[in-house]
Every structure is written in structure tokens, then in C-alpha cells.
Nanobody, 116 residues
């Protein structure tokens, strides 16, 4: 059973920052593309950012220049640094590990709320 463990969600004011982390097993972390997706109430799950094992990144249009995804290879962890947060960033954020369309895994989700 593959387990992705997320942490770092919470409540933050507009313009603030949060950092999400997701840890995985060494096997998963070393070969899978790691990423973050989010789902707001009444909306479809959408891409936030992905990072391949080779270091290539991809960001959703709404978070480019504000969010940064990175890997900590020593800790088998992928991090999402979120800056200049907006109320529309409020959602449940899910960690994802994907090898292909057949082999992918999801974390349990962590709530991020941006509100004054």
C-alpha cells in the first residue's frame, strides 16, 4: 500500500504564504512524477504543479510565479511553497505520485483556506 503523507495546510490571510509537504517511500519518490492538485467546493480537481524525477516542472496557469514546487531527496519529500496567496487559492490540496495512467497514487488531502 503506497502512502503519501501530506502536511502544512491551514488558514492564512490574503497575501500570505504557506508551505505544503508530501512524503513518500524512496521507491515512489525516486521514479514517479510528484505533484500537487487542488479541488475547491463545486469545482473539478485541477493541476497546481508537478515535478518529474528529472527535475522538470509544470505549473497551473493560475499559480505560475507565485507557487514553487521542489524536492528534498534526502527526506523523500516534495514541497509546495505558496506565496501571495489569494482567496481563490482556497481548496483541498492533494499530493499525487504518478508513473503512468495506470499507476498513480493520491494523498488524503490538506485544507488550505485563504481568508481575512
Amino acid at each position: 500500500q503506497v502512502q503519501l503523507v501530506e502536511s502544512g495546510g491551514g488558514l492564512v490571510q490574503p497575501g500570505g504564504s504557506l508551505r505544503l509537504s508530501c512524503s513518500a517511500s524512496r521507491t515512489i519518490f525516486s521514479i514517479y512524477t510528484m505533484g500537487w492538485y487542488r479541488q475547491a467546493p463545486g469545482k473539478q480537481r485541477e493541476l497546481v504543479a508537478t515535478l518529474t524525477s528529472n527535475g522538470y516542472t509544470n505549473y497551473g496557469d493560475s499559480v505560475k510565479s507565485r507557487f514553487t514546487i521542489s524536492r528534498d531527496n534526502a527526506k523523500n519529500t516534495v514541497n509546495l511553497q505558496m506565496n501571495s496567496l489569494k482567496p481563490e487559492d482556497t481548496a483541498v490540496y492533494y499530493c499525487n505520485a504518478r508513473l503512468n495512467s495506470i499507476s498513480q497514487y493520491w494523498g488524503q488531502g490538506t485544507q488550505v483556506t485563504v481568508s481575512s
